[in-house]
């Protein structure tokens, strides 16, 4: 069954590259574009909704964040991306709080941005990994506690080896686990996600 994702950003070199990164990772995929909620929504009303929403929060006339509202109003079953420069773990809340599947910033990885996309294409919930029960928290080591709680505070990975005497080396195994654990690809998304299931303070 073919799928469509509709990519909904200003800036068209941006669109084109992730139309092309898509068509090589996804078979049986039609890829539409828009620059602004108002061109997004502007189609016939009987259109058929997009498999899925890609969304940039800074555009021109209704932002993003305000934006999601019109769009699960037009297509209610139509799981959102929020796909930001802006990779403040605050905005993520925002973001995942008013709707949205995830939130992947703009400077993750291809790689991580495409797998964000075809665990939301495949109907996977960005607060517990494929499988696992939602009110069962993964068992962290006491290293891994504490990583988690420095990524909740912004840290980077190099101030977290400097904070617990690690390699760097060693924080990104940490990090890339925590991810896996809880079944999101950005390190905003873990801290939104940790947080709402009370793994930190």
């Known amino acids: ?3 469509t994702v509709l990519v909904i950003d200003d800036h068209s070199l941006f669109r084109a590259g992730l139309r092309l990164m898509l068509a090589d990772a996804i078979a049986q ?3 539409r574009e828009a620059a602004s909620i108002d061109e997004a929504l502007g189609g016939p009303r009987d259109a058929p909704a997009p498999s899925l929403v890609l969304l940039d929060i800074q555009l021109p006339g209704v932002n993003g964040l305000d934006g999601m509202t019109l769009i699960h109003r037009r297509w209610p079953d139509c799981p959102v991306i929020v796909l930001s420069a802006d990779g403040a773990s605050a905005t993520a809340r925002d973001a995942l709080a008013r709707g949205a599947a995830r939130f992947v910033s703009k400077a993750e990885p291809a790689a991580a941005i495409q797998a964000a996309i075809c665990a939301v294409l495949r109907g996977e919930s960005a607060a517990a990994p494929a499988g696992a029960a939602r009110d069962q928290p993964p068992r962290l080591t006491p290293r891994q506690c504490e990583v988690l709680a420095l990524i909740c505070q912004g840290l980077s990975n190099k101030l977290i080896a400097r904070r617990l ?7 990104r195994g940490h990090v890339q686990a925590l991810l896996a654990m809880l079944g999101v690809v950005s390190r905003a ?4 996600v940790a947080r ?4 930190v303070a």
């Not at 005497?165 to 924080?171: A, F, H």
């Open 29 to 31: 995929l039609d890829v």
């Open 196 to 199: 709402q299931r009370g793994l």
């Open 189 to 192: 998304e873990a801290a939104f």
């Open 1 to 3: 069954m073919k799928q």
């Open 165 to 171: 005497n690690l390699s760097e080396n060693t924080v």
